[in-house]
């Protein structure tokens, strides 16, 4: 079975860094893009970027570049979202999702990692 | 103007059948598109359900009952969700997607309640 399992919720301070993982099993690790998609609570989804761990070619958002750092660790089968600086407004819901090819859809999708940036 | 709308919300009865669109923006055509469309439950992440592109090119997720299917209205520039046979457990948002300029887009999402 296909499965991307996340890692736990976090609760940071802005200007905090964080990374969340992404661990995906069950498939070719390497030969998947994984995506990651924001929902603030209550509000629909956005695309953020996209990593190619066979290669590790990232296609970042324009909204999102700059801002968070794709990346992935073929040997343990892990992809990671990263923020060297949070803010209040990165309070939202992040899921990893696998994409059976370069412009097809996401299936199947993490949990979810709940990020909370409060003072 | 954003690529893709929705509407925020659509009710229905159970057994009844239920249209969710997928508008474009003026000046981007439906028939160049792929539509993807994806289901969340309250609390769920998103999950897959199906892609339209023709009657020829179209896929159902796997596991998904052949009551929901994808098709396009060219005269309103739109894909369409169809649910037949509307059941309580369809109550959800509904996402459609669509590859453009080599990004990811999301529409705005549609509550469908079932009542």
């Known amino acids: 079975e296909v499965q991307m399992v996340q890692s736990g919720p976090e609760v940071k301070k802005p200007g905090e860094s964080l990374k969340i993982s992404c661990k995906g099993s069950?498939?070719?690790?390497?030969?998947?893009?994984i995506g990651w998609v924001r929902q603030v609570p209550g509000k629909g989804l956005e695309w953020m970027g996209m990593?190619?761990?066979?290669?590790?070619?990232?296609r970042y958002s324009p909204s999102f570049e700059g801002q968070v750092t794709i990346s992935a660790v073929r040997s343990i089968t892990t992809a990671y979202l990263q923020w060297n600086s949070l803010k209040a407004s990165d309070t939202a819901i992040y899921y990893c999702a696998r994409l059976p090819g370069g412009t097809d859809w996401f299936d199947p999708w993490g949990q979810g990692t709940l990020v909370t940036v409060s003072s | 103007q954003a690529v893709l709308t929705q509407p925020s919300s659509l009710s229905a009865s159970p057994g009844a059948s239920a249209s969710l669109t997928c508008t474009l923006r003026s000046g981007i055509s439906v028939g160049t598109y792929t539509i993807f469309w994806y289901q969340q439950k309250a609390g769920s992440p998103p999950q897959f359900l199906l892609t339209y592109t023709s009657d020829s090119y179209k896929r159902q997720g796997p596991g998904v009952p052949s009551r929901f299917s994808g098709s396009k209205d060219a005269s309103a520039n739109a894909g369409i969700l169809l649910i037949s046979g509307l059941q309580s457990e369809d109550e959800a948002d509904y996402y459609c997607m669509i590859w453009h300029n080599n990004a990811v887009v999301f529409g705005g999402g549609t509550k469908l309640t079932v009542l």
């Open positions: 069950g498939y070719a690790f390497g030969t998947y893009w």
């Open positions: 990593i190619y761990p066979g290669d590790s070619e990232v």
